[in-house]
């Protein structure tokens, strides 16, 4: 059901033209702090950047540009960079962190941005470390697969906040998964939006075959075991929060079961409980925090 001038062609067509996001004023200041440094680490440099997928994403999209001849290759922040260059990068980064910040008009508000931008590291490390315990063949891979997972709801909450929040208030009020209400309000949900922005960008199939399916693995066509690593990655993250809108389930245990059964069904590991699980995932506090 359309809303207002909402038109799903005209917002496809926007979102394929799209050239960039705006990233984390939070992590855009510390990486400018970071930058200034005489001889900043590499090392150090990865590490800031994967903490926010506007950041990532964008970096992913200038190496997996055509100008490098590598269009579709590159799925990991490591490869982005020997790819782009380290002199080229930070260059990126300094007109990415002074330009592009967050306005009051694209925000929904802090807490929900900040809800965003938590739950995207915390599936992130979760795909990285269920990916070591399947030995799936890049760990690096399957957290920038975690980090992107929720790409289009930053590309909605900026581009369209109007529109969006109508979505979110019908998931709160319906008590539905928050895809089913996108669907309803927008036509296409949060997976195929990012998918869009994924394809327009060069990504490669498996990341964006994951950002599509990420809540329907079933319908993975590329790279199964990667989607079903973020799917259950993201169901483990819920589990450890409050019930949430997105997922419309009240009940943490028949969440606990749905996440024990999918990976065991899966990934053929028996004999594991959810609080392995949950202890495996559980994301300590970090130097890089979001403030409160």
Known sequence: MNQGNWNLETVHGEIFR???????????????????????STTDLVEWISLDQILTARI???????NYGFSKHISTLNLAIITIGLQPLKDLLRSITVIDQFSDTVVMNRKENREIFSHSICVAEGAR????????????????????????????????????????????????????????????????????????????????????????PQNSSCDKKLTYLVHLANLICHSMDRPDDDL??????????????????????????????????????????IAS
């Open 129 to 216: 470390r269920l990916a070591a315990l399947v030995d799936y063949q890049t760990s690096g891979e399957a957290y920038i697969a975690g980090l992107l997972h929720d790409i289009g709801r930053q590309i909605l909450t900026q581009m369209y906040p109007e529109d969006y929040r109508l979505a979110c208030r019908h998931s709160q009020n319906q008590s539905i998964p928050a895809c089913e209400a996108e669907k309803h309000i927008l036509d296409c949900d949060h997976g195929q939006v990012g998918g869009w922005l994924a394809r327009s960008w060069n990504f490669p199939d498996n990341l964006i075959d994951t950002i599509e399916n990420h809540h329907q």
């Open 18 to 40: 799209l050239e960039k996001l705006s990233c984390s004023p939070l992590i855009a200041a510390q990486l400018m702090k970071f930058l200034e440094k005489p001889n900043p």
């Open 248 to 289: 419309a389930i009240p009940n943490h245990s028949d969440l606990e079961s749905e996440i024990l059964e999918k990976f065991k069904k899966h990934f053929l590991v028996n004999g594991r409980s959810l609080q392995d699980f949950q202890q495996l995932f559980e994301i300590k506090n970090r130097k890089y925090s």
């Open 60 to 66: 992913l999209k200038l190496a997996n540009s055509r």
